[in-house]
């Protein structure tokens, strides 16, 4: 990489603010505004991924995002001085909060052009990614001692390869409304979320998680269907927004879909049908045609959550990170299979 692509931003006390003598590229002109802007403004517009609802504009405050920023530092334990590099878009709060992050706790932020496939050459402490990244990235993830994986979820491929590798990442859950993560999960070594420090959780009469934090103004009620271990640990199971109620039962798609992983190896996603007797069946889809017979007896799957068929259909819709645009394909799936 050239270096004259990055950009340093260096909080430290003492040090010298930005490389100004290199000819700014875009992306590092937005990151030096959204720097300018935090220092300037109390409250901040972001938009929502649509975790707790439609997709929306909402306001986060400067001290929320302050205490957010101070409380992940602490969970990882990350001081004054800490060198991190920012490879995700500054639009948005991901990539907002990495350079927050730097300001507050007094960090070295090294930032490279947002891409799928971030390259760094020297060793740092801290890193945030999406899964998407570090999976194209796997061969520069030993110069970061430790990595947040948010976004989407870490499916078993990706852990068993940072098992592999002897890194030491986290996979975090938390939205926009949170202000990015409100727990994190050690990839490899723990089963369940933890919750960073000056949050509390419970769940509402649908077991989704609420949440309540001395950064957030109010507490926020998720679609995220849980199981509580104690009061500051959980195991996120899925959406309430999926569900599928085959029969009068109710099944996780995304629970489906982590026993699958290891047996089928294209991507693939569970949906379903619309279906006059179940009211909705159980489907796999995938974009290519699946060339192997899938052993369902060793996949530890109940025999309700086994899909009813399997469907190719190419072009499956997706979201600029790769997740799949799961209400936009059970749309086209409901067009094309109307119920018999």
Known sequence: MNTQELLILDFRPGKEFYNADIEMLQWQTEILEWVEEFRSEENFLVQTSGSTGKPKKISLSKTAMIQSAKSTAGFLNLPAGTSAWLCLPVQYIAGKMMVVRAMVNQWKLICSRPTTTPIIHENVDFTAMTPMQAENSMQILHHCRKIILGGSPVGEALEEKIKILGLTAFETYGMTETITHIAMRKVCEEK???????????????????????????????????KLVNDNTFEWLGRYDFVINSGGVKLQPEEIEKKLTPHIPIPFLVSSIPDAVLGEKLVLLTEIPLKTEIEWHKTGLEKVQIPKEIICLPDLDKTDNGKWKRREIKSRLAKLFPPG
Not at 192 to 220: G, M, W
């Open 192 to 226: 369940y979320f933890k919750t960073i420090p000056n949050v509390q959780i419970s769940t509402d009469h649908r077991d989704c998680l609420v949440i309540r934090a001395n950064f957030l103004d109010e507490e926020v009620v998720t679609n995220d269907i849980v």
